[in-house]
């Protein structure tokens, strides 16, 4: 499927932008996205997900960007004939039909015309609107609205799938049918990149994730690396913390109201939590479970827009130039 | 060239669905119609040549005699250039297309809507000229409708097969591009449909004053001009006569040539400032006038220099009258100022007024975030 040598299909380098001299939006972005997955972009509100995918889409100019989308450098005009994008809050011409506002967007992205027609189709019924096709946009709903873009943004038959707040206004079903749309691209190769705030829709499809916080890639990579250092296993029992519990090198334990008290053990070895079930069996213990935890992405962005600092999520928005200044001013 | 056609496709589907470009095609049908009802009628009772025939409209004679020297296909042709064009592209339906088109850049520009196109494998510049372009359709299309209708009735009522008819479509679409420039401009940089046309329109009343200040300020100074030159004339005559009454007249015509001078230096600066501004400003006046130009031949009009309601028109005073200057005269100078008006400056300095324009906002639209 991929035509350029690259390794990867989104290879961002030194990705900054500033708005009007004043607010620093993007800061040394570094992310990588392989070939043939699919790539969840996470942050909160004015964190710069849209302005990155802006800058990739050539929407937005970058005040610096190096690195390369399906081997070319960033802001490539004709590479973006093998991307399909979804922008949020999308406005489609509503003047025209869903089957012409595919075939006119993929004029756009220089699909000849028979392939038009036969994808607009076909796209059509993949999304589940070719009853509509031939009804105006301005009778469509939300969730209509959402379907026929995700069509146009698979219209000519891309490598590399931009979307972005993709479910947004979509019911659960058809929620579910994006997701399986999107596993069906990524089963056929093509890469998708998904910018979302529903983290539970992107941790059931994305292979790997990176977090933006104020502009900066606060962290990346599998949803299992991320979450590496939080597996653990808890055990749930009757009565109060046992007295041997410092024996055991990585485990601790945490009372709950109900007169239960968690034993946590740092590990996701089995054979580490064979021994203090023994212990507690032996000291006539009820064990209400035991199970394998790992943190959800939902902990894990919570996490990564925590100020350590201060235990609070940082301000929404990107980060002023004024913020940084003062920020370096306190840490001379 | 498949973007490229897309695009202007999708102009033309943005204009149809637009009620404003049918209302205005309607009316133009309206309006062009008029040609078909207007003819001429001998007049039985007539016992001189002046009236001998009569405008007619339908069935219905008017008491309007049809001026000397004119025939039906005059008629059709004037209705065509003065109410069709002067009056009705240039202006009611000029200002139903800037109303109508006002809002294609800002809607295009609105946020959802700039990223479905910017992100295609297209260049900014090609997607803002080939809008602009396709901005210029609603009047491409409405004057193209109109010219072929009047051309088949003039050449089917009067039998003049006039292609010059053709001409109003270059004109026009120029006309309406030197005010939808200043929109597209205006659009790019507010996108504010209202904001858009209201500096347009603004615009347009700023360029229509300037044209009026032309006219204006030129008949004062072509007729200080002819004063001038008449009270040279006389100046010589008086002092080659061997009278004494001219002798004494001279120091009084030299003071009133030394007061006319003056005062046609004073006219001369100020209609020479009007047309300099004018020299950097697109030309709308002037470039509908090009098709009277083709269509109307001069002989074909009513003669007014010697038209005796015209001398005593109050711009020329006694005092000029008495050395002999005509209302006629100045008429006559004055339109042939306008008429050694170029081409090449009547249109050549308006496109380079909407080449810089368009450059901006090329430059506003190429560089702007969205």
């Given at each position: 499927?991929?035509?350029d040598?690259g390794?990867?299909a ?9 708005y009007k001299g ?16 699919i ?6 509100n ?5 302005t ?10 970058p ?39 595919l ?23 993949l999304v589940?609107?070719?009853e ?7 009778s469509?709903?939300k969730?209509?609205?959402q ?15 931009v ?11 058809g929620r ?12 056929q190769?093509?890469?998708v990149?998904?910018?979302s705030h529903?983290l539970?829709?992107l ?7 990176a ?14 690396d ?6 653990r ?16 090198g ?17 590990s996701?070895d ?12 032996s000291t ?18 919570m ?6 600092a ?23 | 060239m ?19 470009f049918?209302?205005?095609l ?18 039985p009772?007539?016992t001189?040549s ?26 059709l ?11 009705w ?17 800002p809607d ?9 196109v910017l ?6 510049l090609?997607?803002f000229?080939?809008k602009y ?19 088949a ?14 001409l ?6 120029a ?12 659009g ?6 209202i ?8 615009f ?16 004062p ?11 040279d ?10 009278d004494a009454n001219?002798?004494?007249r001279?120091?009084?015509v030299?003071?009133?040539?030394v007061?006319?001078?003056?005062s046609r230096d004073?006219?001369?600066?100020w ?7 004018k020299?950097?400003l ?9 098709l009277?130009?083709?269509l ?9 220099t ?24 100045v ?5 042939d100022?306008?008429?050694n ?7 050549g300095?308006?496109?380079i007024?909407e ?6 906002a090329c ?8």
């Amino acid at each position: 499927m991929t035509s350029d040598n690259g390794k990867y299909a989104i290879d961002l380098h030194e990705v900054d932008k500033v708005y009007k001299g004043k607010v620093h939006a993007l800061c040394s972005i570094e992310m990588k996205v392989h070939h043939g997955e699919i790539f969840g972009l996470l942050g909160p509100n004015g964190a710069g997900k849209s302005t990155l995918v802006k800058i990739m889409m050539t929407v937005v100019r970058p005040t610096k960007a190096k690195g390369t989308m399906l081997g070319q450098p960033i802001g490539h005009k004709p590479t973006l004939a093998r991307v399909g994008y979804l922008p949020e809050h999308h406005r489609f011409p509503n003047y025209l039909t869903g089957r012409q506002t595919l075939e006119f967007f993929a004029a756009l992205a220089k699909v000849d015309r028979p392939t038009r027609k036969k994808r607009a189709a076909s796209l059509l019924e993949l999304v589940g609107m070719s009853e509509w096709g031939n009804k105006k946009i301005s009778s469509y709903s939300k969730g209509m609205m959402q379907r026929v873009g995700i069509a146009q943004a698979l219209m000519n038959d891309p490598d590399l799938i931009v979307l972005d707040e993709p479910t947004d206004g979509v019911d659960p079903v058809g929620r579910r049918d994006i997701r399986d749309v999107l596993i069906k691209m990524k089963d056929q190769g093509k890469t998708v990149f998904l910018n979302s705030h529903l983290l539970s829709e992107l941790e059931m499809v994305c292979d790997r994730v990176a977090i933006l916080v104020q502009g900066k890639v606060a962290t990346q990579g599998t949803i299992d690396d991320l979450t590496a250092d939080s597996q653990r296993y808890e055990i749930v029992i009757d009565g109060q913390e046992p007295s041997w519990v410092n024996e055991f090198g990585d485990l601790r334990a945490e009372s709950r109201a109900n007169h239960q008290t968690v034993l946590i053990l740092g590990s996701t070895d089995a054979g580490k939590v064979q021994p203090i079930i023994d212990r507690l069996r032996s000291t006539q213990t009820t064990i209400h479970s035991i199970k394998p935890v790992r943190e959800s992405l939902e902990d894990l962005f919570m996490r990564a827009v925590t100020d350590p600092a201060t235990g609070k999520a940082y301000q929404p928005g990107a980060a002023s130039t004024k913020r940084k200044k003062k920020r370096a001013g306190e840490g001379s | 060239m498949t973007q490229t056609l897309a695009l202007f496709i999708d102009a033309y589907r943005e204009l149809n669905a637009r009620k404003m470009f049918w209302i205005t095609l309607i009316l133009s049908g309206v309006v062009v119609s008029t040609l078909l009802i207007i003819g001429v009628v001998d007049n039985p009772e007539s016992t001189t040549s002046f009236d001998s025939q009569h405008i007619k409209v339908m069935f219905w004679e008017t008491p309007i005699p049809l001026p000397l020297g004119m025939d039906l296909e005059d008629i059709l042709k004037g209705t065509f250039v003065y109410l069709g064009i002067g009056v009705w592209l240039t202006w009611a339906a000029a200002i139903l297309a800037l109303i109508s088109t006002a809002g294609i850049f800002p809607d295009f520009l609105s946020a959802g809507a700039i990223d479905l196109v910017l992100h295609k494998p297209i260049g900014r510049l090609r997607i803002f000229l080939t809008k602009y372009v396709g901005g210029l359709l609603f009047v491409a299309l409405q004057v193209t409708v109109f010219s072929t209708a009047a051309f088949a009735i003039v050449g089917f009522r009067a039998g003049a097969w006039e292609p010059a008819f053709f001409l109003a479509i270059p004109l026009v679409v120029a006309f309406f591009s030197f005010l939808f420039c200043v929109s597209a401009l205006v659009g790019t940089i507010t996108r504010s449909a209202i904001t858009s046309l209201l500096v347009t329109m603004l615009f347009w009343v700023l360029l229509f004053a300037f044209n009026t200040a032309d006219e204006v300020l030129s008949m004062p100074r072509v007729t200080n001009e002819i004063y001038v030159e008449k009270l040279d004339e006389k100046l010589i005559e008086l002092r080659n006569a061997d009278d004494a009454n001219s002798k004494i007249r001279v120091p009084v015509v030299e003071k009133q040539l030394v007061e006319a001078t003056e005062s046609r230096d004073l006219w001369r600066k100020w209609h020479s400032l009007i047309y300099g501004i004018k020299t950097v400003l697109p030309k709308t006046g002037e470039t509908i006038s090009l098709l009277e130009r083709q269509l109307i031949e001069k002989a074909d009009l009513p003669d007014t220099t010697n038209n005796n309601n015209n001398k005593n028109l109050p711009s020329i005073s006694s005092k000029m009258a008495a050395v002999g200057v005509r209302t006629a005269d100045v008429i006559v100078r004055m339109e042939d100022i306008y008429l050694n008006r170029t081409v090449t400056w009547i249109l050549g300095t308006s496109f380079i007024f909407e080449a810089f324009v368009l450059s901006l906002a090329c430059w506003v639209f190429c560089r702007r975030d969205y």
